[in-house]
């Protein structure tokens, strides 16, 4: 029900594209802004996850006008989210701040711009589980729009 170029007149149609549009947006900025970072892809790369498949995401996530000559995009990216979200849960989550090396058993190297890198990767090990938890929201709530 996200064909925008359905010309009915309907209300029904109008807000679901309304809602899709604002599912993207919101799903654009989450994962440009949190998971789109070195770290975060070095980390999934580490635990067999095909980076090829980041490729999908970005596709989907880069379209600005949905179309239903588009489902094949989004169906290939929100697969890709889902198997991001598994891959985390799974294998991330329990070790992020160990992965990152700002546990207690790293020490600082003391390098220059180590203390802002140090302080960005704590910031992303803080967010993360919320952020992965309106990811999977979002991934959700795409995948029910496309499939109606």
């Known amino acids: 029900m996200y064909q925008q170029f359905r010309t009915e007149g309907s209300a029904a149609v109008a807000s679901q594209t309304d809602i899709c549009a604002q599912t993207i947006d919101e799903l654009r900025e989450l994962f440009l802004g949190h998971?789109?970072?070195?770290w975060?892809?070095?980390l999934l790369e580490k635990n067999a996850f095909n980076p090829y498949r980041l490729r999908y995401v970005h596709?989907?996530?880069g379209i600005q006008s949905v179309y239903n000559t588009e489902k094949e995009v989004f169906q290939d990216g929100i697969e890709a989210l889902e198997e991001i979200i598994t891959t985390s849960k799974r294998y991330l989550l329990p070790v992020i701040r160990d992965e990152l090396k700002i546990s207690g058993f790293y020490?600082?190297?003391g390098g220059p711009g180590s203390s802002n890198d140090r302080?960005?990767?704590e910031l992303f090990s803080c967010t993360f589980s919320h952020n992965l938890e309106r990811l999977e929201e979002l991934t959700r709530e795409l995948k029910e729009i496309i499939n109606e």
């Open 35 to 38: 998971f789109d970072n070195y």
């Open 40 to 42: 975060f892809t070095s």
């Open 59 to 61: 596709d989907m996530i």
């Open 107 to 109: 020490r600082s190297n």
């Open 119 to 121: 302080l960005m990767r």
